[in-house]
């Protein structure tokens, strides 16, 4: 593939990219501008015509008007004022040469107008026609000299008898003096009056006035049709060289006349073709504007393509070598080599959310894990929380809640198991809002599910929770056949809290479990009877290693809050010694693995508890607290560091060994399991079981998605005893079940 000047796919899709960008507009803005010329050459075209319609249009209208003139003159005239008399008073007036100048006077006026066949004076009355031939009787007039036939003829004599201002009638056949003639007659009465006494008709001549039209009318229209009242009274149509009618495209003007109720249209050819001057020059600038266009646009994406060229061949390049080393084929534009980098990006980011989730998942429930053990924190760690979406604060009430299926004997179902776990799931939804009930749902080991419920304002009494827990277990032995057990812990406010509401349930839980199992009730309560003060191993735990840490605040709020709950639970003196001096016996501890001296401590704290000083016993734990604190010596020598690495080698190559554990690595090193403890996480940066159980996950993952093995099979591979272990170590870690992850593979 060549990556120079037009060798390159991507510079030619880029040039002609723009080609289509420059000359597209071009092209566009041609043929509206031919369009517009076009338009303005139409428009030019029809104002000629318009003005030659209405030259035609005024041409008719003055021959109206003449004929008009006629009869206003001849109105106004004595001889035919004293014609239309009906008396013989000026007969003797009209003699031969008055006649004869009368017809005279009559023949001229007819033939100036030059469109009339002759004329006529019609006396009604008198039943009489005066012509430029002579006087006649009407009825020896229409019989002899002009005759028509009967219905024409009828219509006439009937107009006659009426006053007509200026009326023009549809054109008629007649024989003038034998000849045919086709006429259109135009009347008008010579005295306003309702039956006239005279009347003037003049017979326009349909070849006279033709000849008059194309004389007159011009050449520029195709047809000319003159209609009154919707009747045709003449229709003149232009002939192509062979004698036919034109049939070329056309559009009609219409004008009204102004000198009677005439209408006029005028039909004119409508060529709607740009003239071949203004054709070419715009196909001229058409063409030179396309050449400038792909001149700009060819120099644009060479400025355009030397970065994008450089991008490309980097990626290309680096695809390329990719897919060789890995023995693909190499073919494919530089599109195709982007596309296939981006595509590895999108997936390795796609993996990388996947794998953000999966963390945030294990991370949510590890925080609710150290809830449920008591959550010692200041404000940043409180910000922490709502890092993961819990808007847990101190200034808010909680209660734990323990759902546990130990009733199911058979644990080897686990389709059963999953069914149950979801149909719990539901109805702990249901319940929590139908009483409106804000909780959050997850595993633990000693229970099967454990909730805590919070609210800002207190629950009310404790029976509205016993309610609720009853409801759920109720509603799940309807569902799977089976009840489970529901204790609710201690309603208690702040974060604090949810640990003690805990170990309340968890005490119930393990209460009911150990007395189904080996002793009656009454005897179990007679050995619950003996432990009543208040010290969790996971409060006592959280001490040891804030003390060794030298976390002050810390250490000090834990043994507040244990100072707090046993005052609240009101005990013996016998059982706050014995509490007091457990914690003692913490402090001590400590104080040895750390190498410092132990025995003044220890001297102190027997002096006080001999006298029976409890407030002093108290003040010596709280002073040898914030004395481990300050004094914190641990280091990381060179020493721990090469038994560190040891350490992580062994378990590297062992995690899969169920007996792989705390207490067998210290047995080999000869040390105390805290100080491996703490040896394995200055090396490894996490703490040894959440590395091994890292370890186990990311195998077990492998052999999930090899789909190869059974759920049994990878449990036992990657170091548990039971399939029912490794489901739920796998939920903790990965925040859903390993069928789910499978469906979620595929």
């Not at 010329?37 to 015509?49: A, T």
């Not at 005239?77 to 003797?92: C, F, G, I, R, S």
């Not at 033939?111 to 019609?122: E, P, Y």
């Not at 968890?506 to 432990?531: C, D, M």
Request: with cysteine; charged share 25%.
């Amino acid at each position: 593939m060549r990556y120079k000047g037009f060798g390159s796919g991507t510079f030619r899709n880029i040039f002609l990219s723009y080609t289509a960008i420059l000359i597209i507009p071009i092209i566009v803005f041609s043929a509206l501008n031919v369009q517009r010329n076009m338009m303005e050459e139409k428009q030019q075209q029809h104002q000629k015509h318009a003005a030659d319609a209405k030259r035609i249009a005024d041409l008719v209208d003055s021959k109206l008007n003449e004929l008009k003139n006629m009869g206003k003159m001849l109105g106004n005239e004595a001889w035919v004022k004293k014609l239309m008399q009906n008396t013989n008073v000026y007969d003797q007036e009209f003699d031969m040469l008055k006649m004869l100048e009368i017809r005279k006077s009559l023949d001229n006026g007819f033939n100036s107008l030059g469109i009339l066949s002759f004329g006529m004076v019609v006396f009604p009355e008198k039943r009489q026609v005066l012509t430029q031939w002579g006087v006649y009787p009407e009825e020896d007039f229409f019989k002899g000299v002009a005759v028509f036939d009967g219905d024409t003829k009828q219509k006439l004599q009937h107009v006659l008898s009426q006053q007509q201002y200026f009326k023009i009638m549809p054109p008629a056949d007649m024989k003038l003096w034998g000849n045919g003639k086709r006429v259109i007659p135009v009347l008008q009465s010579l005295e306003v009056v309702n039956h006239p006494r005279a009347v003037l008709v003049l017979f326009i001549d349909s070849a006279y006035f033709s000849d008059y039209m194309h004389r007159f009318g011009g050449i520029e229209s195709k047809a000319i049709a003159i209609s009154s009242q919707g009747s045709l009274l003449y229709r003149q149509t232009r002939n192509d060289s062979a004698g036919h009618p034109e049939r070329s495209r056309s559009y009609e003007l219409v004008l009204p006349s102004r000198a009677s109720d005439l209408r006029y249209a005028i039909t004119y050819a409508d060529t709607g073709v740009i003239g071949i001057n203004n054709l070419f020059g715009s196909l001229l600038a058409i063409a030179i504007s396309a050449g400038l266009g792909a001149l700009a646009a060819f120099l644009l994406a060479k400025v355009s393509y030397r970065p994008l060229g450089a991008l490309l061949n980097k990626l290309s390049a680096a695809v390329r070598f990719e897919e060789g080393k890995n023995g693909g084929s190499i073919s494919g534009s530089e599109y195709s080599y982007i596309e296939k980098s981006f595509d590895r990006l999108l997936l390795e980011n796609k993996n990388l959310q996947q794998t953000m989730q999966d963390y945030e998942s294990a991370a949510r429930s590890n925080l609710f894990l150290r809830l449920l053990k008591g959550y010692f924190a200041d404000d940043q760690q409180m910000n922490g929380l709502k890092k993961f979406g819990i808007g847990y604060t101190d200034d808010m009430h909680y209660c734990t809640m323990l759902v546990s299926f130990y009733a199911i004997r058979d644990v080897s179902d686990m389709e059963k198991i999953r069914k149950i776990e979801m149909i719990t799931i539901v109805i702990v939804e249901q319940a929590m809002k139908r009483h409106r009930v804000d909780y959050e749902l997850f595993e633990v080991t000693n229970a099967d599910k454990a909730l805590i419920l919070s609210s800002v304002n207190p629950f009310g009494d404790d029976r509205l929770l016993e309610r609720i827990a009853s409801e759920i277990s109720g509603e799940i032995e309807q569902a799977c056949g089976f009840r489970p057990d529901v204790f609710c812990g201690t309603v208690e406010k702040g974060v604090v809290g949810i640990s003690k509401s805990y170990y309340a349930a968890n005490e119930r839980l393990q209460y009911t479990i150990f007395s189904r199992e080996h002793l009656p009730v009454q005897q179990e309560e007679a050995v619950q009877a003996g432990v009543d003060y208040y010290y969790p191993t996971d409060w006592e735990v959280q001490l040891v290693n804030n003390l060794k840490i030298g976390n002050l605040d810390t250490t000090m709020q834990i043994l507040h809050e244990i100072a707090a709950e046993n005052k609240k639970r009101e005990l013996p003196e016998s059982s706050e010694v014995k509490l007091v001096s457990l914690l003692m016996e913490t402090l001590l501890r400590v104080l040895h693995e750390l190498n410092l001296d132990t025995c003044i401590y220890a001297k102190q704290f027997a002096s006080r508890a001999g006298a029976g000083e409890m407030e002093e016993m108290w003040s010596c734990v709280l002073e040898v607290g914030t004395l481990i604190c300050e004094r914190k010596r641990y280091a990381n020598t060179s020493p721990s560091l090469a038994v560190g690495s040891e350490l992580l080698q062994f378990v590297n190559q062992n995690y899969t060994s169920p007996d792989l554990s705390l207490k067998m690595l210290a047995e080999m090193c000869g040390m105390s399991v805290s100080n491996v403890s703490k040896i394995f996480k200055e090396v490894s940066g996490i703490n040894f079981y959440d590395y091994v159980c890292r370890l186990r996950m990311e195998t077990a993952k492998e052999l999930l998605r090899e789909k190869k093995f059974g759920m049994d099979v990878i449990a036992r591979r990657v170091g548990y005893e039971n399939v029912y272990s490794f489901k739920r170590a796998f939920a903790r870690y990965e925040g859903i079940k390993p069928d789910e992850y499978v469906d979620s593979a595929m």
